[in-house]
């Protein structure tokens, strides 16, 4: 497991891990799959992290980086040696991460949650509805202590230790694309519940009408329309409403990488920078990560907090 620990749990701290107060759920239309979905979510105990449990097959697959298996055009997790996966876990993973939800057990009957609106809105709609719980057990905390960087041709994400006085995750992220649509774009944030739901929960997944036949004939993409997407044809965006923000582009992207980096299981204190990147560097980028022991140590939230004053 690149030397991650099974057992990520810290001495005392005085921020504890939260689930669900009761369960909740919902049903919509699977992004790639298109097929109609029943998805659930469920308190959990203290410890128990997210994990997937696919209803149809009887299967759990953890929410872990080092259990993704797939990065084109969404993240897909599965397990050695077993075909059963669950894809497009970003969005639902973003919406725990940036509701600071620790545990939950996530029923779907088929292989990915709905898509909904294309964006993490949705689901922290439904976690607000259900309300979440103080658990007893105290919250994990991941420090970066040196930079780690993964690149591919222009692309790159990073993570570095937090600034002096600072306890969470900061993140800054930037795009580039030739369609004069989305063009370049940037956006940061210090990652908290607030900020969470107020900047990047609404941004929508996003297209280019050009490869949309072609992700199709790919097996890609089946369920995707102007309900759940934005779509760009060069200097025009589709969808008859237009955009939620200017640089909502930038945002999901930002969103995705939320969701991505919450598969580490934990909190995460470092800052965070990539540009022109994607679920695959994501992951590459926990992978590097925890492949150098003197890169990250688990430590206590509160003891954070002394030596950042």
């Given at each position: 497991?690149?030397?991650?620990?099974?057992?990520?749990?810290?001495?005392?701290?005085?921020?504890?891990?939260?689930?669900?107060?009761?369960?909740?759920?919902?049903?919509?239309?699977?992004?790639?799959?298109?097929?109609?979905?029943?998805?659930?979510?469920?308190?959990?105990?203290?410890?128990?992290?997210?994990?997937?449990?696919?209803?149809?097959?009887?299967?759990d697959i953890p929410?872990?980086?080092?259990?993704?298996?797939?990065?084109?055009?969404?993240?897909?997790?599965?397990?050695?040696?077993?075909?059963?996966?669950?894809?497009?876990?970003?969005?639902?993973?973003?919406?725990?991460?940036?509701?600071?939800?620790?545990?939950?057990?996530?029923?779907?009957?088929?292989?990915?949650?709905?898509?909904?609106?294309?964006?993490?809105?949705?689901?922290?709609?439904?976690?607000?509805?259900?309300?979440?719980?103080?658990?007893?057990?105290?919250?994990?905390?991941?420090?970066?202590?040196?930079?780690?960087?993964?690149?591919?041709?222009?692309?790159?994400?990073?993570?570095?230790?937090?600034?002096?006085?600072?306890?969470?995750?900061?993140?800054?992220?930037?795009?580039?694309?030739?369609?004069?649509?989305?063009?370049?774009?940037?956006?940061?944030?210090?990652?908290?519940?607030?900020?969470?739901?107020?900047?990047?929960?609404?941004?929508?997944?996003?297209?280019?009408?050009?490869?949309?036949?072609?992700?199709?004939?790919?097996?890609?993409?089946?369920?995707?329309?102007?309900?759940?997407?934005?779509?760009?044809?060069?200097?025009?965006?589709?969808?008859?409403?237009?955009?939620?923000?200017?640089?909502?582009?930038?945002?999901?992207?930002?969103?995705?990488?939320?969701?991505?980096?919450?598969?580490?299981?934990?909190?995460?204190?470092?800052?965070?920078?990539?540009?022109r990147s994607g679920?695959?560097?994501?992951?590459?980028?926990?992978?590097?990560?925890?492949?150098?022991?003197?890169?990250?140590?688990?430590?206590?939230?509160?003891?954070?907090?002394?030596?950042?004053?």
């Open positions: 497991m690149d030397g991650l620990p099974r057992n990520l749990v810290p001495g005392p701290t005085n921020r504890r891990q939260r689930t669900l107060k009761a369960s909740i759920g919902c049903v919509g239309v699977g992004l790639h799959s298109g097929l109609r979905v029943n998805i659930t979510l469920q308190p959990a105990p203290p410890d128990h992290g997210i994990i997937f449990r696919r209803t149809d097959l009887g299967i929410a872990r980086f080092d259990h993704v298996v797939d990065t084109r055009l969404a993240t897909v997790l599965g397990l050695d040696g077993a075909s059963a996966r669950i894809g497009t876990v970003e969005h639902l993973m973003a919406a725990l991460a940036g509701s600071a939800i620790d545990n939950v057990l996530v029923e779907v009957d088929g292989p990915e949650p709905p898509i909904l609106d294309g964006s993490a809105a949705p689901f922290v709609f439904l976690l607000d509805c259900a309300g979440t719980v103080e658990q007893s057990a105290p919250r994990p905390v991941i420090e970066v202590r040196r930079p780690v960087r993964v690149s591919d041709g222009a692309g790159f994400v990073e993570l570095r230790p937090a600034r002096p006085g600072d306890t969470g995750l900061d993140m800054a992220l930037s795009i580039e694309f030739d369609a004069p649509a989305i063009g370049r774009q940037a956006y940061s944030l210090g990652l908290t519940p607030e900020s969470f739901r107020q900047e990047l929960a609404h941004a929508r997944t996003f297209g280019l009408a050009e490869e949309i036949d072609q992700m199709r004939a790919a097996g890609f993409a089946q369920g995707g329309s102007l309900d759940n997407a934005v779509v760009v044809d060069q200097a025009r965006v589709l969808n008859p409403a237009g955009l939620r923000m200017p640089d909502e582009f930038a945002r999901h992207k930002l969103l995705d990488a939320v969701g991505d980096l919450a598969l580490v299981g934990a909190e995460l204190c470092g800052r965070f920078t990539a540009h679920h695959a560097l994501n992951n590459r980028l926990l992978h590097a990560l925890f492949s150098d022991a003197a890169a990250w140590r688990v430590i206590a939230a509160e003891q954070l907090s002394v030596e950042a004053a």
